[in-house]
């Protein structure tokens, strides 16, 4: 089989749909492949999900965007971590920056490691990651994270962006690229002899046919679970949250380049920087609170009990497919599952699904041979993040409410967290429990570490002694000095994002 008149039919227009479609017609350009993708004008897309992984600089990279015609088109600023807060109650740990690391990290992480290792075994060194990372540094210096060509070492970043724009953004790229488009809502998938799908039925009628159906239409799942009846693997065993409340605030003056996720009695909340507002979301259980309540408590942190601000109420599923190439469909996005917000992670496994799916389709000469190899690639990804997400709510130390005794003392986490808490917690190296589990792809060990060191998972401070000289071999003042003087090369980000808006 080859490409040539190859038809691909893209179901949905979230940015899942239009990061699918610039990247097959990125890598399928001159190969034959007909792209189009169907949205309905009646149905709308989730309209949150703004904020991201580095991954997304990699995506922009490859459809050939520069941060200049992207970024102030869709408001976005710079993420360089998230910050924690109020996770722990462990004294000097309710708060800690998660950080994106990069290169210059890579001359303190023996630091941070040596320290929490010894710190675990009972010896009083500083084991907080934010001693240690650049992006701590950047955040307390409200800078942004583009490095002049003279700084040699590359920094890992993010963005944080308004999701309806970026959604419009990609369609101009797509449609430039040759991707058409079109406006129909789908009532349903016609099925062949074998199971494929044959076509979909508009509810106009209209008959679409493709050899490749790519399923983006949002939670629904339309033709993957509905149509192809994929079973969803639900993880809301390990994950109590299914709801969100979501408001829009101004912004203020100077803002730095983070996320910042701050736990609450029943979830967490979100504020993520734009350039004209912030937007917060509370992400809670409605098994523990109910939705006014919900609104009322976030409204109170806010400041906006008397305030008419409109708020934004949303349910969603944790879990995912069974499978996400099925017969002659890919999903992508909420169709394929979605392990709450708390990491930023889904635009992320957009991306390596669609990028693994032309992989695996490629090396197939543009069969199913690889498909089997594709679904548990994918699935051991979301798995990962499933865990390492759960991780966060299974170490914090709160006890203040029933959410958080319910998530602290929960049993239904995975063999495979229970063994790297276990590890973590007898005093072992942890690099080698993620290499064995083959997990250091996914969440590396310094993020492990910087979780696990950042909610204070250490004994308390009167069971540590002092230690030896060759324990304290690294002293923080070096480290901080090199990150100082690391953060001397960047600009303030307001003034990095006037930059990208004037060029
Ligand atoms: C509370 C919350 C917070 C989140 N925060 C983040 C975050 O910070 N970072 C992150 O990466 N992700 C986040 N996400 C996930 C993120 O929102 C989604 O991954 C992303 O928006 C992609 O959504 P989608 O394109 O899959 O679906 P949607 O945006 O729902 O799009 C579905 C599309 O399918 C179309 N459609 C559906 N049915 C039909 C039909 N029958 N016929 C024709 N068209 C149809 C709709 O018109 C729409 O265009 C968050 C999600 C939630 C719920």
Known sequence: MNSQNTK??????????WITANLMATHWRDKGFEITLVESPDIGIIGVGEGST??????????????????????????????????????????????FVGQPDQFNIPAFFHNSFLRRKGIDLEGHPDHFFLATEMIRQKLSPVAPENFPFDIAYGYHF???????????????????YKAATVAGAMLDTQGNIDHLKTTDGEVLKADLYVDSSGFRGSLIQQSLNVPFISSAESLFNDSAVVFATDQEKDYAAHTISAAMKYGWVWKIPLTHRNGNGYVYSSNFIDDDKAETEFRAY???????????????????????????????????GFIEPLEATALDMVQETVVRFIEAYNNGHYTDQFR????????????????????????SSRTDTDYWIAN??????????????????????????????KLDTYFPDTSWNCLLAGKGLYPN???????????????????????????????????????????
């Open 8 to 17: 691909v039919i893209i179901l949905g227009g979230g940015t899942a749909g």
């Open 162 to 180: 308004d999701s309806g724009l970026l959604g419009q953004f990609l369609r101009r790229v797509a449609e430039g690229k040759g991707v058409n």
């Open 408 to 437: 602290t003392t929960n049993e239904k986490i995975s063999p495979s967290l229970r063994s790297i808490l276990m590890s973590w917690m007898a005093g072992k190296n942890i690099t080698d429990e993620l290499l064995e589990q």
């Open 302 to 336: 806010l400041g906006l009990l008397d305030s008419d601000v409109e708020a934004r109420r949303l349910k969603f599923k944790v879990g995912r497919v069974a499978q996400h190439w099925v017969k002659n469909c890919l999903a992508v996005g909420l169709s394929q």
């Open 372 to 395: 089997d190899d594709f679904n548990h690639r994918i699935s051991a990804r979301f798995d990962a993040v499933r865990d390492y997400i759960v991780g966060h709510y299974r170490i």
């Open 54 to 99: 580095p991954s997304l600089k990699g995506f922009m990279e490859t459809i050939g965007v520069s941060e200049a015609e992207w970024m102030p088109h869709c408001n976005a600023t710079y993420k360089v971590g998230i910050t924690f807060k109020d996770w722990s109650i462990k004294p000097g740990f309710s708060e800690y920056v998660h950080p």
């Open 461 to 503: 401070r009167e069971q540590l002694r002092p230690g030896s000289d060759l324990a304290h071999k690294y002293k923080i003042e070096d480290i901080r000095e090199f990150n100082r003087r690391c953060a001397l090369n960047f600009k303030l980000h307001r003034d990095q994002l006037l930059t990208l808006q004037q060029s």
